[in-house]
């Protein structure tokens, strides 16, 4: 019995334990599935920090990161490694028994992107004992965005009632300040300490001190307080000036009347612009009416909307007779109206291109027709015209009569074969004649308004300018005799200065008529000195003939130089074949002083050539002189030395050519044109003294040679080939016929062709082969300044190798080139254009190649020229033949003709 009772309540005891512990399966249950469905992060780690469980929400932002969950929390990498500090801060004040409070931090997702979280640490006990740490996060993202948009919100309602030109209020149903702005306490005064204790009675009893009413301006506070629902909008005058606008609308938050809003616009300003608007209408009106000019405004359509006075006494009709009456064009000549409204067009399209300025006619009321000059613009803003007119028919008239008269006499000034030129008081040219512009070779639309120094050489505006000056102090005509060199040919001028006077007596302008009077000039000063300079040739001539070396005829030529010219100094020099300047004689009164014996003469002399002195001498190519050197950058004597006071040199010519240069210093008085003329006729009889006795020593040179004999026989070939080229040219003088003419010119040229090859020979140390580089550069010179017309518009580029040719080939080659030349020179420029002549001559492998190009009109299209009648391209075939060469001719961009032989072939 005793033994059943144990087991009973053994059993019983069971069923109790097992009741329980249902009971606790369903409570773990329970929990569980909260655990899991729950939307918090909850992540419990062991107490060395692994995790040993997650739910389903850290599952997932973890699977969107890593492949699996990691062992430990640290490795945890939705936690960012900067945030791990504040989960262990947190644990360590479970552990001390510390105030543990939950903190913010955030988890990173997939690409970063960031939740922000609130964590609520908390311990896992068993028995009051820590087993767990329990991590739960509350993700608070939209929670912040909506505090950031909040504070968005607040931020740009602040920055928008801060930028209004308004002042705003804002009050609730309790009499309370809700918002404000700045503008607001700005425009009432209002200190900020006030605002800040937010009772408008406050505000009210401030602001109405300085209004103009009160009273009413507190009864329209009263009445819209009264009714809630108003809206209103009124004026505010202050005892100051000052004009506010009221404008207050209830503010209404969903259906309710939460308070009252307050605007106030500051029209101070527009009312006085206003007030300025209306005197500047009524000052304008005035000036209108009262410009004493004709006014008018015309509309878009052309109707006269307004007119003053004083258009009725230009077109005759009163201004209520023309405004809103007639239109601009009624008024207009017909011929005119085309042109007006063109301009009116131009005038709303583009208004920079319409004139402001411009004439026309008009026929007033009674028929007269009148001239008138109008300014016209467009009024800003609108689409209507201001035209001020004057009435210039009496003006217009005398200027027709000063226009005629001025014709005149500028007909006489061009028929008239004098100087006629006009300087103002600016001492600027404004007028000159088509004589006078054509002698000095002048462009009347390029000189005219520029300064006289600038056109006038310096030796002569010194003298001219002393001349104008007095005609301007004593306003009466002055006549004076100049040297002027505005060519390389100085003239005399007698010149008479004539002033042109103002109505009021002052002198305005110079006339200046020049008469050239240089052939008398020239004849009174030479007739002197004409002995004087055949004496001086004569002594030359002699000393060429009888003195020994030309070291001694130099020295006599530079004597009589010197001795003409009445210089205390001089040299001459030549160029060599490296065209260089090379001394030959030098004064020895110059050699003592600075000793140039000692110093290298040459490079003193080459350093003359850089100037230019020597440019404007090869382009004049007639002596030139300096009477105040000190203006002149010469560099030929050693030191800074003031003694070359007076300077003139004058070129040594060869067949045009330069061949050295004469320099002389120091006379007593000034160089005039009578010693260059002197200088100019010596110099060339120097050059054939010096040219004389140089053949003559080569002469006796050669004659011991035993080649002297072949090159006398090309000398004396050139020779005559030389004169049948002159006998050619004696006889073609003759006749009328101009195509017989041409074909005697044609034989000329082929004939000095074959002599300059002689010459060529009889100059070289190889009478067999000449250099045909050389040969060309002289025969195409020669052509070149004897059959262009105007030589300064072609260009002659030579690209040429110096390569020796045998006679045999030299001579049809050099009739070839002479053809060729001819034509291009003759027919590819045929009006004068400008254009471009090139020959080249070159080897290329075993050939050679030489090659003539222009750039002209080209051949005729229809020309063949393998079957061509001509003789001149008949000649050059035939000759192509001789030396067994090629020809091709190209007609693009002109006529390019490349011929190609081989020497050797054709001489074997």
């Keep these: 019995m005793t033994n059943n009772n144990v087991g009973l309540k053994d059993l019983n005891r069971v069923e109790v334990l097992e009741k329980e512990i249902l009971k606790l399966k369903k409570e773990i249950a329970y929990k569980e599935e909260i655990f899991e469905i729950s939307p918090n992060y909850i992540i419990k780690i062991g107490l060395d920090g692994e995790i040993l469980e997650v739910n389903n929400s850290v599952n997932h932002l973890i699977s969107r ?101 308004n002042g705003i209020l804002v009050i609730n149903n309790h009499g309370m300040v809700t918002s404000y702005n700045q503008k607001f306490l700005d425009m009432w005064n209002i200190p900020q300490s006030m605002v800040n204790q937010g009772y408008d009675s406050d505000l ?109 006494k230009i077109v005759g009709y009163a201004p209520y007779e023309l405004m809103g009456q007639k239109k601009w064009k009624d008024l207009v000549v017909p011929e005119y109206q085309p042109q007006m409204e063109k301009y009116q067009k131009l005038r709303y399209s583009n208004s920079e291109a319409a004139p402001n300025n411009y004439e026309f006619r008009i026929i007033d009321k009674y028929g007269e027709t009148k001239d008138i000059f109008a300014n016209v613009c467009i009024i800003p803003g609108t689409k209507r015209t201001l035209a001020s007119i004057l009435d210039v028919t009496e003006r217009n008239q005398a200027m027709a009569k000063i226009t005629e008269s001025e014709n005149q006499y500028r007909t006489l000034a061009e028929a008239v074969e004098d100087f006629v030129f006009i300087i103002n008081q600016d001492d600027k040219l404004e007028y000159i004649n088509e004589y006078a512009a054509r002698k000095w070779k002048l462009d009347p639309s390029e000189v005219l308004g520029k300064p006289r120094c600038e056109l006038f050489p310096p030796e002569t505006n010194e003298l001219q300018g002393k001349y104008l000056q007095r005609v301007f102090q004593i306003k009466d005509t002055v006549r004076g005799e100049n040297l002027l060199t505005m060519t390389p040919d100085s003239m005399w001028l007698d010149t008479i200065l004539i002033p042109l006077k103002t109505p009021e007596g002052s002198v305005e302008k110079v006339l200046c008529v020049a008469r050239d009077m240089t052939e008398r000039k020239e004849y009174e000063l030479l007739l002197s000195r004409q002995n004087e300079i055949h004496k001086a040739m004569g002594t030359i001539l002699t000393e060429a003939i009888l003195s020994e070396t030309e070291e001694d005829l130099t020295k006599t030529c530079l004597s009589v130089c010197e001795e003409i010219t009445h210089s205390e100094v001089g040299f001459i020099c030549e160029i060599n074949s490296d065209k260089q300047l090379k001394t030959m004689v030098f004064s020895e009164s110059l050699m003592e002083r600075f000793q140039l014996e000692k110093i290298d003469l040459d490079i003193m002399l080459q350093n003359l050539k850089i100037n230019e002195i020597w440019e404007q001498l090869k382009i004049i190519k007639y002596p030139v002189s300096y009477n105040n050197p000190s203006t002149l950058d010469l560099d030929i004597l050693p030191g800074n030395h003031p003694y070359l006071k007076k300077i003139i040199l004058a070129p040594l010519l060869k067949n045009g050519e330069f061949m050295g240069l004469i320099g002389l210093a120091n006379k007593g008085a000034d160089y005039d044109f009578s010693d260059s003329k002197a200088l100019g006729s010596i110099s060339t009889t120097i050059v054939e003294a010096l040219l004389r006795k140089r053949a003559e020593e080569n002469l006796k040179k050669a004659l011991n040679d035993k080649e002297m004999l072949v090159r006398e026989i090309h000398h004396r070939t050139k020779n005559n080939l030389m004169i049948m080229a002159s ?86 080659l050099g009739l070839i080139l002479n053809e060729l030349l001819t034509n291009s020179m003759k027919y590819a420029f045929p009006n004068g254009e400008y254009g471009t002549i090139t020959i080249k001559f070159f080897k290329k492998g075993e050939n050679y190649v030489m090659m003539v190009d222009d750039d002209g009109i080209g051949l005729p299209s229809d020309l063949d020229v393998q079957k061509t009648d001509t003789l001149g391209l008949q000649l050059v075939k035939n000759l192509i033949g001789q030396i067994e060469g090629d020809m091709l001719v190209f007609r693009e961009d002109g006529t390019h003709v490349t011929i190609t032989f081989n020497e050797d072939e054709y001489l074997s």
Excluded at 120 to 137: H, M
Excluded at 256 to 264: D, E, L, M, P
Excluded at 751 to 774: P, Q, T, V
């Design 727 to 812: 006998l050619l040219n004696l006889t073609s003088a003759d006749i009328e016929d101009e195509k017989a003419k041409e074909i005697f010119r044609q034989i000329q040229t082929r004939a000095k062709s074959m002599a300059l090859i002689h010459e060529k020979l009889y100059r070289s140390d190889n009478f067999k082969k000449i250099n045909f580089g050389d040969y060309i550069r002289h025969l195409a010179r020669d052509l070149f300044n004897s059959f262009l017309r105007y030589p300064e518009r072609v260009e002659l580029v030579m690209e040429l190798e110096d390569l020796n040719l045998d006679i045999n080939t030299a001579i049809p």
């Design 65 to 165: 990161i890593d492949k699996k969950i990691p062992r430990l929390l640290s490795q945890l990498e939705i936690i960012p490694s900067q945030e791990y500090h504040k989960y262990n801060s947190s644990i360590d004040s479970i552990f001390n028994k510390n105030a543990n409070r939950p903190f913010e931090s955030f988890f990173l997702d997939k690409e970063n992107e960031v939740r922000y979280i609130k964590v609520y640490v908390s311990p896992v006990r068993s028995q009051d004992e820590i087993i767990a740490i329990s991590i739960l996060a509350t993700d608070i993202t939209d929670l912040r965005l909506m505090e950031n948009s909040l504070q968005e919100s607040i931020s740009l309602q602040k920055a928008t009632m801060e930028s209004v030109a």
């Design 204 to 312: 009210l009893d401030q602001v109405m001190v300085d209004v103009k009413d009160p009273l009413k301006f507190r009864s329209k506070i009263e009445e819209l307080y009264q009714n809630p629902n108003l809206t209103s909008t009124d004026i505010i005058e202050f005892e100051d000036g000052r004009v506010y606008q009221r404008y207050s609308q209830p503010q209404i938050v969903g259906n309710k009347v939460t308070g009252r809003v307050w605007s106030f616009i500051d029209l101070t300003s527009l009312k006085k612009a206003k007030k300025s608007l209306r005197e500047s209408v009524a000052y304008y009106k005035t000036i209108f009416e009262h410009s004493g000019t004709a006014t008018i405004i015309v509309e878009e359509d052309s109707t006269i909307s307004l007119a003053n006075s004083e258009t009725e």
